[in-house]
């Protein structure tokens, strides 16, 4: 067995951070140097005592890292799966429930060997045979001690809640001894056998590869590829035609087939043909000769044959292609294999023997012309898989290995999603967990490699004939052979391959847990609260987690599944070393601080002498990630997103600078009796915070994290800072009604507890260092406090204030498109507002303080009649219908303000029409859920285009009269 430990962090016994002053300005690096040791210290999140949630798995919530590969370090797809689940994670923990993160290493059995060998070459010109098993995996060892503390490392730089204690790395002696027992469980089951069969082979490596490693590429048209091991540039995009004669035909009959692989030919066991085609009907029952060969093939007929591909015959070479091989097991045809593990032909032809397989391709080519039955070759699309490794193409190969029969449980797995045990989101992705698994194959779970876990198989002799036994121990192995057979073994070998990194990993929702022990964490935690992973494995991960979890612990090992995209970059190009567009997460996090920043701002180029492209924290780059919509396909990364969220940061920390200068001013006790607003807009930004609150709960319960995300900005930005900042400004300043600021103290304290509790989940340490100097708090840390709810609002839903407040907004709209257009960038000119309805002129006219400080206007008029308003103003409408004039005076100039208004209304028709081709081109089903929307909308638009078209005929009158009358009315 290969033994390896992996070094757990050490809980770090760390006292609080100082409160120190509040620093004027926000920077990431002081703020994220605070925090995490001391939440490790204090182990929020470790599970709570077992035996308080034993007996109610609801409330409990574990979750498992999907574990990054030892290969190198951590990238943007790592850094959007931490984000996530430490948000569930942290919700879950607020929501009372006792929560384990396990995290987790995986020892990526091809990927780090090729790494270790790459490494060996460059520094040592040495390869692992030169080296030797013993001392390579040595090696190896030491490459992932290097590289497993790195990643540790950035697992903790992004905030990561995991359980440190519980961290498992899929090489510890006691996982490899749960991964020996669990396929010494299914073999005697009889799941696993031992069988000759085909498999993707990669000859640069050696070794069997999965599906998952194997990339297909598409050819369009003929091209050359470099291909590891060939001196020169190998063509593919043909279909080769050749001739095979018909046995005993005196009319020197032929079949001509057509083939992508010319070199396999060799290895033919027989030409196919589709029984109903017409072109061989006569050919049914003979035999064709082997042009190169002294050997006689079958024509046989399946109606897996194509009659319109190619020449509707087919070479069938079950030793070197999958399809053949089923044709072959369906014929009895012979499986004679042509080329070796290093690529290289076997044959009794001289000229062929030993070539490349792409060198015997040309040679062939010539050999068939020498004899007159080549038939030339054509351009063809195919697909060629590649090994992602190495670049090598895979040559499908015999070789005998240990398989696992998924089939019983693919059929579990499938019935568990369609009677509701097992929930898949999106939802998108049913129909293929329904299509994959109907069609499961058996899975290889050998791999020829010596970084990873020996398979638990040895093999004996009895009278020439290799017996194989599967046995935790030599020990065991001999005591099993002797009970089988009735002799002792002389020697004993076990299987030099080593497991699919895949099967270990597979494993881990019950191993890491402590299986097959019925350990605590086993009986507590186990099924997994829920799966969050990349959509790119569901069939090569999480299918098989499923498959594990019912064989081998009759459970499912989760119930709910969670899906995220692949983070491509901004042009949705997928990221790639080679295009250059690859982002390290680390690079995009900035340098932790130990001290403050200074009071004058910094420049973000250069730190300790290392030059950073970006300066940006943690909490920003998990903020800007989790504003995507996840759950769909591919996430188009921009750099921009992770530099607004940093934006976002400061704002949250300059607001909360000016609210304690507040609460400095006007002490309030959060702790104390229930708000009970008497100002309409603390009664307002309540109420944002009540749909704030029932947004995030919503949102964390059905998973999609982007809708609390953007409810956090949305509330800071728009309603807090915009307008409750900005309307409560006079009121503070003046300081007269102690009252009244006393009450918008309150409020304050009271948005940003419930604000600092919902943005936890996206930017903890911010968060933390925030919550910590609210006023009157009596909780140890924000990551223990209850995520807030909709009944702890001090308000009840007033919909006459809502609605007056979005009027008012939409009215502050207007004024601002309307001030660039005008230069009117510090005025603060009169306002006029005509409503059309006398009582809502009334509720408006209560909020006129807050249109005044949101509008930046110097007075405001509210009419319902536009005979009281001038006419020298700039005119717009609002989305609702409203007419916003500000009042311009000597500014006013007819002719330039119809000039404004006509290009305004061409770009108001433009919209109306694109809207209504989109109405017009909807389906049934889509004008059933939008049409009403669309129609809402684009009634809007006409209106306004029918008052802005009104306003340019007061206008053009005006004009063409040459005189200007101020009594003249809108």
């Known amino acids: 067995m290969l033994t390896s430990r992996c070094s757990h962090f050490t809980r770090k016994l760390c006292t609080k951070p100082e409160l120190t002053p509040l620093p004027r300005n926000y920077d990431a690096r002081y703020v994220e140097s605070r925090w995490s040791d001391w939440w490790q210290s204090r182990a929020f999140f470790r599970p709570t005592s077992i035996s308080d949630h034993s007996s109610d798995p609801k409330q409990s919530f574990t979750l498992l890292l999907p574990p990054p590969n030892v290969t190198g370090s951590l990238h943007l797809g790592h850094a959007l799966t931490i984000a996530i689940e430490d948000a569930v994670i942290r919700w879950n923990k607020m929501e009372g429930r006792s929560v384990l993160w396990i995290p987790g290493l ?26 030797g098993r013993e001392r390579f995996l040595e090696r190896a060892e030491q490459w992932k001690e290097e590289k497993s503390k790195r990643i540790k490392s950035q697992i903790r730089r992004l905030g990561a809640a995991v359980d440190w204690d519980r961290l498992v790395f899929t090489l510890d002696d006691r996982i490899q001894d749960s991964v020996t027992e669990a396929f010494i469980r299914l073999h005697d089951k009889g799941m696993i056998h031992r069988q000759a069969r085909l498999v993707n082979w990669c000859g640069q490596l050696q070794s069997t590869i999965s599906d998952i490693e194997v990339v297909h590429r598409e050819i369009e048209r003929p091209i050359k590829l470099d291909v590891p091991g060939e001196k020169e540039p190998v063509e593919v995009g043909y279909l080769s035609h050749f001739a095979y004669p018909v046995v005993g035909s005196t009319s020197g009959a032929e079949i001509v087939v057509a083939t992508t692989r010319l070199e396999t030919m060799i290895g033919d066991s027989a030409v196919a043909v589709h029984p109903e085609d017409p072109r061989y009907l006569h050919l049914h029952g003979c035999r064709v000769q082997h042009p190169l060969l002294d050997i006689t093939i079958p024509i046989i007929l399946d109606t897996s044959v194509s009659q319109t591909l190619g020449t509707g015959a087919v070479k069938i070479t079950p030793a070197h292609d999958y399809t053949d091989f089923q044709i072959g097991l369906k014929h009895n045809l012979a499986r004679e294999r042509v080329i070796d593990d290093s690529g290289r032909m076997i044959s009794s032809h001289a000229e062929i023997h030993g070539l490349s397989r792409f060198q015997a391709h040309r040679t062939i080519e010539n050999l068939l012309s020498a004899v007159n039955l080549w038939r030339g070759r054509t351009a063809h699309r195919t697909v060629i898989p590649v090994c992602s490794r190495s670049g090598d193409i895979i040559e499908p190969q015999l070789k005998e290995q240990w398989f696992l029969n998924c089939q019983p449980y693919a059929q579990r797995a499938i019935e568990a999603v369609r009677n509701g045990d097992l ?43 290799k017996h194989w036994v599967c046995a935790r121990s030599e020990e065991e192995a001999r005591r099993k052979f002797h009970v089988s057979t009735g002799e002792l073994p002389s020697e004993v070998h076990q299987d030099n391959d080593v497991l699919d990194t895949w099967f270990t990993s597979s494993a881990l929702p019950f191993i890491a847990l402590g299986w097959p022990n019925e350990t605590p964490d086993f009986k507590t935690h186990y099924p997994l ?106 996430i188009n990364f921009d750099m921009k997103h992770v530099e607004d969220s940093s934006k976002f940061c400061n704002k949250i920390w300059q607001a909360f600078h000016l609210c ?59 309603h807090f800072c915009d307008v409750y900042l900005e309307c409560t400004k006079a009121a503070l300043k003046s300081g007269s009604d102690q009252e009244a600021c006393r009450e918008i103290s309150a409020t304050m304290a009271v948005c940003f507890d419930v604000f600092l509790r919902v943005s936890s989940l996206f930017m903890p340490n911010l968060s933390e260092e925030l919550y910590q100097r609210l006023p009157s708090t009596s909780l140890e840390s924000v990551c223990v406090a209850p995520f807030p709810k909709p009944a702890e609002i001090p308000v009840k839903p007033n919909p006459d204030l809502r609605e007056d407040m979005e009027l008012l907004l939409d009215i502050s709209r207007a004024v601002k498109n309307l001030r660039p257009v005008y230069g009117l960038f510090k005025d603060r000119a009169p306002l006029y507002v005509v409503l059309l309805d006398e009582s809502k002129v009334k509720r408006l006219d209560a909020l006129k303080d807050a249109l005044l400080a949101v509008s930046r206007s110097s007075e405001a008029t509210l009419v319902a009649n536009a005979s009281m308003v001038p006419f020298d103003c700039a005119f717009d409408l609002t989305e609702g219908g409203v007419r916003v004039l500000i009042h311009l005076n000597e500014r006013f100039d007819v002719q330039k303000e119809a000039t404004i208004l006509r290009t305004r209304r061409d770009k108001v028709v433009a919209a109306s029409e694109q809207l209504q081709h989109e109405i017009d081109e909807m389906t049934p089903s889509e004008r059933a859920r939008h049409s009403g929307q669309k129609q809402k909308q684009l009634n809007g638009q006409l209106q306004r285009i029918m008052a802005i078209t009104e306003r340019i005929k007061q206008l053009d009158a005006v004009q063409s009269a040459k005189a200007l009358k101020p009594d003249v009315i809108c």
């Open 106 to 131: 995986d020892h990526a059995g091809i990927a780090t060997q090729v790494q270790v060998e790459r490494e060996l070459q460059r520094k040592e010109l040495k390869t692992r045979h030169s080296l």
């Open 423 to 465: 929930q898949i989101l999106p939802e998108g992705f049913v129909k293929q967990w329904y299509h994959w698994l109907g069609g499961n194959n058996d899975w290889c779970l050998s791999r020829q490699l010596w970084w990873g876990q020996r398979i638990p198989a040895y093999w004996m002799q009895k009278d020439g004939v």
């Open 529 to 634: 609260s829920l799966m969050e992973t990349g959509h790119d494995i569901i069939f090569f991960w999480v299918a098989r987690m499923v498959f594990l979890g019912l064989a081998l612990t009759d459970q499912l090992p989760f119930n709910k599944v969670l899906l995220h995209g692949l983070v491509c970059d901004k042009d949705g190009k997928k990221m790639s070393k080679s295009k250059g567009n690859v982002i390290d997460p680390m690079e995009v996090i900035c340098d932790l601080a130990a001290t403050p920043p200074a009071a004058e701002k910094t420049s973000g180029g250069t730190k300790a002498g290392i030059k950073r492209k970006f300066e940006f924290g943690s909490d920003a780059l998990r903020l800007a990630l989790c504003r995507y919509e996840t759950q769909q396909h591919f």
């Open 660 to 718: 304690s200068a507040t609460w400095e001013k006007f002490p309030v006790d959060i702790r104390g009796a229930a708000i009970i607003p008497s100002n309409p807009i603390n009664e307002w930004i309540l109420t944002c915070l009540l749909d704030l609150t029932t947004k995030c709960n919503d949102a964390m319960t059905n998973l999609t994290l982007n809708e609390a995300a953007n409810g956090i900005i949305n509330f800071m930005y728009e």
